[in-house]
Each structure stands twice: as structure tokens, then as C-alpha cells.
């Protein structure tokens, strides 16, 4: 049972010294300490996370500024002060910026200067969760606002925004990625653009027919009229970018052709975006995963190869079990069609990758209430399922 108080880790190489800053420390916060680096790296696994953490500078091995440098990979959100013995400005200088330290005191440290000192790093911590969470919160919902325009306006680029997320989503996992809510999003984001097309233009992509050269040049505008939807948006920079780019070829050929970025510098949403598009290109034309793996490899050098060799991981081998009927009554938000949804005359209502957004399924259900109808059961992929849901078919099975 937690205390309530701000919970703030101190770390020294000397158990006296963690002793007494306890004792003194007690009334005001939730103090843990550790002994050395090692362990206090060890103490970051508590499933509390820390408000604040405390570290001496002069500590045998790991000193407290290269401890606190890696306590910010680990915990970016968690404020972090440093005590240090000796004044020297350049060292002072290097050890705040490379590990972005709150408070650094000069020791010895008197008790109100250590208690006002604290306090103001929990101040710190309180208002970046806060800006945190304000921010998820604002994303979530100005994502979802342009998710729902795009399924609606646009259903066709929807459904292939969320079949490429869901591959993306498998070389991610792939991927030690920072941010990687942000990479996502661009994903999802890159076909927005696709809403500025005429109807004519999206049913002949779909069908595979050849395009116009006017045509053409609108299917190439797609990135660019996503990054401007984008781009207003604050904290969207890398999401902006990602979708700019996402037409770049790794060895640096591609759109936009007045940008020399190449390789690894081309940023790695981008190429994830690159990739997933091309393999749904070929998968949307009925071609097996295994030839579609094997045409990408055989691009030169248009994909990132780390990225390319990722790709046996997306598709498993045997996907019969993966499919199961469901009924309008029984649909839910969040599931994914695995076949097109037609009127009991044959008449196709929906595409199958398409994920039931709460706007689809009001449109499926407004589907239903006409003369024509729905024909029944719909088929979805399984592990869209909730797990309630995967629970109850796999009872009824």
C-alpha cells in the first residue's frame, strides 16, 4: 500500500548517507534508496514509477551522471537531481545537458534546501505527466475525428491504411522504436490524402486498371495533401515527416525528387510506410505472400533491407483457422472483415482489410434496415476479436 507522498529514489555508495537522508526525508516523501548504480537501476523495475530521482555524482563504476543519463532512457519522465561535491562548471555543464537533470546541488546540502529542492522536481514531474496526458488525449481525439472522415469519405483508402497498419504493426514489434505511437500514426495517416480523389480515379486503383497520366499525378500528390492535413497539428512533426517522405526510395530515387535524403536517413516511418504500401499493393492483386516478399527483394535498392528480411514474420504460414462468421447483432468495433459484405442480390457494400469503426458499423446496420439487406454471416479475422469475444466463439465452436 503506497503512502500517498511523492515517491523519490536516492542513490549513493554510501549506506550513512542513504540512512540519514531517510530519516530526515520520511515526513515529506516515500523514500527508497540504493547502493550504488547497479542496484538503483535494479530499483527502476518497481512497477511504481518514481517521481523523482536523487543520485551523488562520485560513485565507484557507474558514476551519478552517466547513471542518471541512462535513468532518462528508462524513465523520461521521472525528474532527476544530482549532488555533486566538486564545482567545476565544464564537468557541472556536460553532466546537466547529457542527462537533462532537473536540480544540481552542490554538497554538503542543508535540509530546506534539499526539501525545496525535491519539491520542485515533483512539480516538474507532476506537469509533464499532466502535458502527457493532455497531449494522448488531444491526439487520441483529433486521430480518431480524422480516422472516422477518412472511413467515411474515403472507405477504400481506410481499409488499406488499416491493412498496412496491421503489417506494420508486425515489423515494429520487430523494432526497438522510440515513439513509436508516432510511427503508427503516420501509417494510418498516409492515406489520408487519398480522400482529395475522385471516385473514378480510387475504383480504377482498386480494380488495378492503369491510370491516366493526370491520374497519375494525383495519386503522387497523396503524401503531400496528408502532410498538409498534418502538419497543422502540434507535436505531429515526426508524423508530418514520416508521410512527406514515405515515397522515397532507400537509395535516395523517389518523391520528393528535390530532396537528396537517402538510406538511413530517410526517416524510418517513412520507410516503414514505403515497404507496407508496396507489400499491400501486391497482396490487393491476389498475389501469394511469399511471391509478393519475393518481388519486393528483387527491387533494387527501393526498400530498407533490414526492414525487407523482417517481412517472413508478417504472414504466417497457415491462416485457415484465422477466419470466423459472425452476425450483424453480434459485430463489434474493432473487428475486421476478412471477405467483402454484399447485399443479399451480390451488390458489395464493403471491401474486405476494413476495419468496423463506429461509423461503419452505423452504416452497416443502416445497410441492413434496407429491402436488399445484408447477406449473413460476415467473415472477420479472429484475432480482431475482443477477447470476450474470442472466448464466446471459441466455446460455441
Not at 18 to 35: C, I, M
Not at 103 to 108: A, N, Q, S
Not at 142 to 165: C, D, H, K, N
Not at 186 to 214: D, R
Request: hydrophobic letters at 45%; proline letters at 6%.
Amino acid at each position: 500500500m503506497t503512502s500517498g507522498l511523492p515517491r523519490v529514489l536516492i542513490v549513493d555508495d554510501e549506506q550513512s548517507i542513504l540512512n540519514a537522508f531517510r530519516r530526515q526525508l520520511r515526513k515529506d516523501f516515500d523514500v527508497t534508496t540504493a547502493v550504488g548504480a547497479a542496484n538503483g537501476l535494479f530499483a527502476l523495475k518497481d512497477t511504481e514509477p518514481f517521481d523523482v530521482i536523487v543520485s551523488d555524482y562520485l560513485m565507484p563504476g557507474i558514476n551519478g551522471a552517466e547513471f542518471l543519463t541512462r535513468v532518462r532512457k528508462i524513465a523520461p519522465e521521472t525528474t532527476r537531481m544530482l549532488l555533486t561535491g566538486h564545482t567545476d562548471l565544464g564537468d557541472a555543464a556536460a553532466t546537466v545537458n547529457n542527462g537533462q537533470v532537473f536540480r544540481m546541488l552542490v554538497k554538503p546540502v542543508g535540509h530546506e534546501e534539499m526539501v525545496a529542492a525535491l519539491n520542485a522536481c515533483v512539480d516538474q514531474h507532476r506537469l509533464m505527466v499532466a502535458e502527457r496526458e493532455l497531449l494522448e488525449q488531444t491526439l487520441h481525439g483529433v486521430v480518431r475525428a480524422l480516422t472516422e472522415v477518412m472511413a467515411l469519405a474515403s472507405p477504400s483508402a481506410f481499409a488499406r491504411a488499416s491493412r498496412m497498419r496491421r503489417t506494420a504493426a508486425t515489423l515494429l514489434d520487430q523494432l526497438d522504436v522510440p515513439d513509436r505511437w508516432a510511427i503508427d500514426l503516420a501509417v494510418m495517416m498516409s492515406e489520408l490524402g487519398a480522400v482529395s480523389l475522385p471516385p473514378a480515379v480510387t475504383e480504377k486503383i482498386e480494380s488495378g486498371e492503369p491510370l491516366a497520366p493526370a491520374e497519375e499525378m494525383m495519386v503522387s500528390h497523396i503524401p503531400k495533401i496528408g502532410e498538409q492535413l498534418i502538419a497543422p497539428i502540434p507535436r505531429l512533426e515526426t508524423v508530418a515527416a514520416a508521410i512527406r517522405f514515405c515515397r522515397k526510395n532507400y537509395d535516395g530515387t523517389g518523391e520528393p525528387e528535390d530532396d537528396q535524403t537517402a538510406g538511413d536517413d530517410i526517416p524510418l516511418g517513412a520507410r516503414l510506410i514505403h515497404l507496407v504500401k508496396a507489400y499491400d499493393d501486391l497482396i490487393s492483386n491476389e498475389v501469394a505472400p511469399a511471391v509478393a516478399r519475393r518481388t519486393l527483394e528483387s527491387g533494387g535498392g527501393r526498400y530498407d533491407p533490414v526492414m525487407l528480411k523482417m517481412l517472413d514474420a508478417v504472414v504466417p504460414d497457415d491462416v485457415a483457422d484465422t477466419v470466423v462468421p459472425v452476425m450483424i447483432t453480434d459485430v463489434e468495433s474493432g473487428m475486421v472483415l476478412a471477405a467483402p459484405v454484399q447485399s443479399r442480390s451480390g451488390v458489395l457494400l464493403m471491401k474486405p482489410g476494413q476495419e468496423l469503426t463506429l461509423s461503419f458499423l452505423a452504416r452497416l446496420h443502416n445497410f441492413a434496415l434496407l429491402e436488399d439487406g445484408v447477406a449473413e454471416p460476415l467473415l472477420v479475422y479472429r484475432s480482431s476479436l475482443t477477447p470476450e469475444a474470442a472466448e464466446q466463439f471459441a466455446t460455441a465452436g
